[in-house]
Every structure is written in structure tokens, then in C-alpha cells.
């Protein structure tokens, strides 16, 4: 293929990884890779395998006042206009957008300009920007089986992919899940890249809860925020356990093989990831977000019998001990767990984003 194949995304790592995992195999099979972005994505911009990366304006015109509303849309159109102008010069095979408003004035010029396109949905609940471009893709690829927020119009052209994992997960999910022949019991903490706030107040508290036996048994590696991370470390410091905090941790996916089970929110990398390596946990979704996706994504997970979920509201440690002291006497059923997490990943689904991406470039039908 002499054209390249031009992948949007940008906004958060969220959006950029997967695109960074599809680029890869892109270029592995002899395709040239370009990448658009915005301004806030360029700081992950220098590792991306893309033969050139190229900006143009993107906002959120959501929160805020009128003004800012009004500002936004503005700043959209304007990245319109210069994604038209990018995408006559580059004259793509194919643009394959990853979710978030930076995608909209690429994907939007595609269509306008009659190109064909890909569009990516990392969670179980189509998003707001991707709901506002999907009628206009050639078509859609979901990271979960089901799509929630989709008419029958966008389904007939939804494609399950699965969401594509970063190459330390794929070593990650080599591992076997780890053995209790020493008795301990191994806890991953982690509330995504930010951290969560709520993980900070709760386990710990939970923890203390226990019997002295179960405690004594734990090995706990948990993710703090910063300003949280003094606080933690205080608290098990008086409990004299095996404990490991940090405000983040680069290898995690590493974190995540080594654990018997995960304490976590439910983002989609999450819990793609959880399922990849293949290992139980307990999900706490994001209350906030306007779409509900983390819930639907833990539903997901959920089905498979290896996850539980709470809801943040009754999330706190009396119920959290609880569900720890169970687990501290049903490893079996923590290894059946993560055999059905194991089962419900999709460890090839970067190779099945690409195979889709290469159909549509080539003009095959994949409608229904």
C-alpha cells in the first residue's frame, strides 16, 4: 500500500497507547504510519513508531460555561479546517481515529472529504465524541462484545477487536498465576493512572480490620497519589506488614502477573489488561463519568466470573474486609477466577484492529 495509513488520537495516554500498539503492527506488516494529534499529546509523541506526527486544534466542548462551550466548538472548527488541509497532503489509505474530542476534526475531515475510516471504541459504552462521529465511519471497532449506546445503524458496522494491550502486558500474560504454596495472599492496589483517591481511604482502613492471621499472610502493593502517599505508608506502618507504595508504578503489567488479586478501577486498559494476564479482582468504577463506562466495562468482566464489583458508595472497609477475608480462604476458587479472566481476554486483538484497519483501506465491505 503506497499510501499511509493516518491514525487520531491524542488527549490522554488512554487513547494514545492503543493507537501506539496498532502503529506498531501497522509498520511490521510494511505500512507507513502517520499520527494526528494535539498539543497535550505531543509529550507521549517521542516513543510513537509513526513516520511523522502532525498536530492540528482540538478542545472538549463540554463542563464549563457558554463562553467556554462557544470556545471550544470554535477551536474544533478550526481543527477541522486544518485536518482537511492535512488529510488532501497526505492523502491517507485510511484514517483510524481512537476516541476523545482531539479525534473529531480529523475524522470529520475524512468524511468530508470521502475517505475512508476506522473508528475505535475502547469501552463497553459508545463515547460522547465517538457517538457524534460514528454515522459517518466506514466502520467500528469495540473493544468488548457488546456496545452499549448503539443504534442498530452503528452495530451493523461494529467489528469486535478487543482493545490492543501494550507489549508488556503480552509478556505479563505469560506468566502463570502464582502459586500460594508459601500461604501468602498478594494484593495489587491500583486506581489507574492517576490514581484514586478512594483506594487511599479504604484499603488500608480495610486492612486494619482483619484478623492478625490474615494480615500476617498479606503482601500488599498499592498505587497512592502523591499527596496520599504519606498517609498510607503511615497507616500500614503501624500494622508491620509487607507493603509497597508509590504514586505510580512503570512496570505494572508486571504488578498485575505477580498478584493473586487486583483491587482496581474499571477503565478499559484496565480491564482489558486484567483479562489479557489473566487474574481476579475487585472493580470500584468511576462514579462521575458521564457515560457510566467503567460500569459497563466491569459488567463485562464481570460476566465471565472473574471479577466483583461495589459500588463506590458501598465501598468502604467493613465491606472491603470482608470480601478480603473470603478470598484469604477461597484460593481455589482466586484460581478459577483468574482462568475465567484468562478465557474472556483477547491477547491478539492489536493483530485484529489491524486486519480491520487493512480491510477497510483495501475497500472490502464489512458491513453485516
Known sequence: MSAPILLAAGGTGGHLFPAESLAGELKKRGHRVELVT?????????????????????ATPTGGGLVSKIKAALMLARGTLEAVALLRRVRPAVVVGFGGYPTVPPM??????????????????I?????FLAGGVTAIATGFPTLSGA????????????NPVRPAVL???????????????RILVTGGSQGARVMSDVVPAAIALLPRDIQERLVIVQQARGEDEQRVRAAYA???????????????????????????????STVSELAVIG????????????????????????????????????????WLAAALGRAAFATEGLTQRAQAAKHAGLANATQRLADLVERVAAGEEIAR
Open 127 to 131: 463515547g460522547r465524541a465517538n457517538r
Open 38 to 58: 494535539d498539543d497535550r499529546a505531543l509529550n507521549y509523541g517521542g516513543a510513537f513508531p509513526a513516520d511523522a506526527i502532525h498536530t492540528v486544534s482540538a
Open 171 to 185: 509478556v505479563a500474560a505469560d506468566i502463570p498465576y502464582p502459586s500460594f504454596d508459601d500461604n501468602k495472599l
Open 108 to 125: 470529520l475531515a475524512a468524511r468530508a472529504l470521502n475517505m475512508r475510516s476506522v473508528l475505535h471504541e475502547q469501552n463497553a459504552v
Open 279 to 318: 487474574r481476579p479482582a475487585i472493580l470500584v468504577p468511576f462514579p462521575h463519568a458521564l457515560d457510566q463506562d467503567q460500569a459497563a466495562n466491569a459488567a463485562q468482566l464481570k460476566a465471565s466470573g472473574a471479577v466483583e464489583i461495589i459500588d463506590q458508595r458501598q465501598f468502604d472497609p467493613a
Open 238 to 268: 503501624t500494622l508491620d506488614l509487607s507493603v509497597e507504595v508509590a504514586p505510580f508504578f512503570k512496570d505494572l503489567p508486571m504488578r498485575i502477573a505477580q498478584a493473586h488479586l487486583v483491587i482496581a478501577r474499571s477503565g478499559a
Open 151 to 162: 443504534g442498530a445503524s452503528l452495530l451493523a458496522k461494529a467489528r469486535t477487536t478487543g
